[in-house]
């Protein structure tokens, strides 16, 4: 025989005083982050929940643009979510990578394609990814950097993207000699420029240091 059906009276029903509250949050990070996958996402959510973890949630929501396709990979708010998780550790494994890449339920595919841009070990170096999944998104070396200042930035949204002149450096050397058209004659040139701005700035690139200056270097 089937057992009988228990009916609760509403006091003896006990809710948690945390999960309204949990679950709120919850929701908000999914609507924010707009997860293709969000089961997937969900138990990638709480897991690092959990555990104390930067969380796999956006800044806030990316609104397509009408020419864009709403499957399109890795975007700005993304990249900026897996800087957060992973910028800490400077190094990471690539296996912890394309975990975090799967967890914002990322094409594995373009994942592999960045990963082929250089000749990375079973350990990268995380301003390197960042530095090529803004080429990715990019499509020109300064709109590259300008998505890193974005990124980078302690500057509130809309302001200068400032970043230090050293993290610049880098970034851009590092994209100049991976793209392997750019004479390094021209970047030492292009990066002395910026360092002579820089240094009337406390050290620090701002967005119209480069993108309001002629440059052959696009």
């Given amino acids: 025989m089937p057992l ?23 929701t908000k990070a999914a609507i924010r982050t707009q997860p293709h996958d969000v089961l997937q996402w969900a138990a990638a959510y709480f897991s690092a929940l959990s555990k104390g973890e930067p969380l796999p949630v956006k800044e806030r929501i990316e609104m397509p643009l009408a020419t864009e396709k709403t499957d399109a990979g890795l975007t700005l708010g993304l990249l900026k979510v897996l800087h957060k998780q992973l910028s800490p550790k400077g190094m990471v494994t690539v296996a912890e990578l394309k975990e975090k890449w799967k967890h914002l339920c ?66 851009y050397s590092y994209l100049a000699g991976i793209d392997g058209e750019i004479p390094q004659k021209e970047t030492e040139a292009f990066l002395g420029g910026i360092k002579e701005e820089a240094d009337r700035q406390a050290g620090m690139v701002l ?6 200056q002629p440059s052959t270097l696009f």
């Avoid at 967005?207 to 309001?212: I, K, S, V, W, Y």
């Fill in 4 to 26: 009988p059906e228990t009916t609760f009276c509403a006091q003896q029903i006990k809710i948690p005083p945390e999960l309204p509250d949990i679950l709120k949050q919850f």
């Fill in 207 to 212: 967005l119209r240091n480069f993108l309001t």
């Fill in 106 to 171: 990322l094409p594995e595919e373009q994942l592999e394609a960045i990963l082929q841009l250089d000749s990375f070990g079973e350990e990268v170096e995380w301003m390197k990814i960042l530095a090529l999944g803004c080429s990715v998104l990019g499509g020109s070396l300064l709109s590259s950097m300008k998505h890193a200042c974005e990124i980078l930035t302690k500057d509130p949204e809309g302001g200068a993207a400032r970043i230090p002149f050293e993290t610049f450096s880098f970034l």
